[in-house]
């Protein structure tokens, strides 16, 4: 029966009438949809460090500031603490490479147990026994070694504010190795060098800066408790000369996180308020198309199509408008996420757009377009022939 069919020629050709409109349409809701994307990665990201933290790795710092120094002498009577199976150093060297504006990690490390407590940390190129013989060695990261064209062997100057050298010249490190990690934990951003060089250096007078260890971190045995060597470690400095802060490596994640600030709050109030403005957007246009089309609605009654054939007819039109906007939407922010992550620095190091946010970006697409159309669609649907044809536009 001609009433069980949708001439669904008339969607796009009820929709590009006004091609002005649409097109207007259609980018507010690309630029809406890249924009909650944009945002909710911001928030994964944050919380990627979070949730893929190990629960055998505790972090020591000072119970005073992640900024005061520990004695590098901890290191050994942490080592000793019952349940503890390995610690490793890291120092903020706080450098650049060449401008200012090529800024990324670096770390001054225990060379000899970074990738024990950190295995995830995988050499892809170069060896393991060079980095660990060669004091001036570091490992740098899979996309430093992209972004700057670096190679095994290449000598990288880095400059540090923190560590300034007493020449003025450039910190020197070859490149013994380039790693990958796959966990949010280690980005791969950062280069990794000996605590040895830069304690040495220090020690003979030709750089300048703070001693000491930033944080340690603890790897604990397999079946014990990290609460309990948690306690132990805490108890063992009470007395100073430096008092220290146990926390898990979750927590210590976590301290980053509100450090940024109430990102997810913040994110989420500008998420809603974008998501609004686009809705009522939507829904104005469809108001404007329903009026529009009440003559044609009567001519289609008359044809012989019933109320539903018109309420799909226009209800189409906004899943149209909705899914192809908001699909560009998301679409470009995938595209852009290479650039958007090399812009944002070593503050999102992982920084990616991931396969549920695209799935949540089509999801709201298309209830856009059911929010927006239903209630057109419906007031359309209900017209009887006559009052349609009567309709003024």
């Not at 006004?18 to 207007?24: E, F, G, K, Q, V």
């Not at 994964?44 to 949730?51: E, Y």
């Not at 055998?56 to 005061?68: E, G, H, K, P, T």
């Not at 430096?242 to 913040?266: C, D, H, K, L, Y």
Request: glycine letters at 10%; one cysteine or more; a neutral charge.
């Amino acid at each position: 029966m001609i009433t069980s069919r949708i001439p669904l020629r008339l969607v796009t050709r009820n929709l590009f009438k006004h091609p002005i409109r649409t097109l207007l349409t259609l980018g507010s809701l690309t630029v809406a949809l890249f924009l909650l994307c944009f945002l909710r990665s911001l928030v994964v990201t944050l919380d990627a460090g979070v949730k893929s933290a190990k629960s055998d790795r505790i972090i020591v710092q000072s119970a005073v500031s992640l900024f005061v120094d520990l004695p590098q002498s901890y290191e050994g009577k942490i080592r000793a603490v019952p349940g503890v199976v390995e610690t490793c150093g890291w120092n903020w060297f706080g450098g650049y490479y060449q401008d200012p504006s090529n800024f990324f990690a670096q770390f001054a490390v225990d060379q000899t147990t970074l990738l024990d407590v950190y295995p995830e940390i995988e050499i892809v190129d170069g060896d393991r026994e060079t980095f660990l013989r060669e004091r001036q060695s570091c490992l740098i990261g899979s996309e430093l070694a992209t972004r700057y064209v670096w190679r095994v062997g290449d000598s990288v100057p880095i400059i540090s504010a923190l560590y300034p050298r007493v020449d003025g010249t450039a910190w020197e490190f070859r490149v013994a190795g380039i790693y990958s990690s796959k966990s949010s934990n280690v980005d791969n951003l950062t280069i990794f060098f000996h605590y040895e060089f830069l304690e040495k250096t220090l020690e003979a007078g030709a750089a300048v800066g703070p001693p000491g260890i930033g944080i340690f971190t603890v790897k604990v045995a397999d079946g014990t408790e990290p609460l309990d060597v948690m306690g132990r470690i805490d108890a063992l400095f009470a007395n100073g000369p430096q008092r220290v802060q146990s926390t898990s490596e979750a927590e210590f994640q976590a301290q980053f996180v509100s450090m940024v600030g109430n990102v997810p709050f913040f994110v989420g109030a500008i998420g809603t308020g974008v998501f609004l403005a686009i809705l009522l957007a939507v829904v104005n246009t469809m108001l404007m198309s329903a009026r529009e089309q009440s003559r044609d609605v009567g001519i289609l009654k008359a044809l012989g199509f019933g109320s539903a054939a018109v309420f799909w007819i226009l209800l189409l039109q906004s899943l149209f408008l909705s899914v192809l906007g908001g699909g560009a939407g998301v679409a470009l922010a995938f595209a852009t996420s290479g650039p958007i992550q090399s812009a944002l620095g070593p503050m999102f190091p992982n920084y990616s757009i991931s396969v549920g946010t695209v799935v949540l970006g089509g999801a709201i697409s298309v209830l856009i377009g059911v929010a927006a159309g239903v209630a057109p669609a419906w007031r359309l649907s209900r017209l009887s022939t006559v009052g349609s044809l009567r309709t003024e536009v």
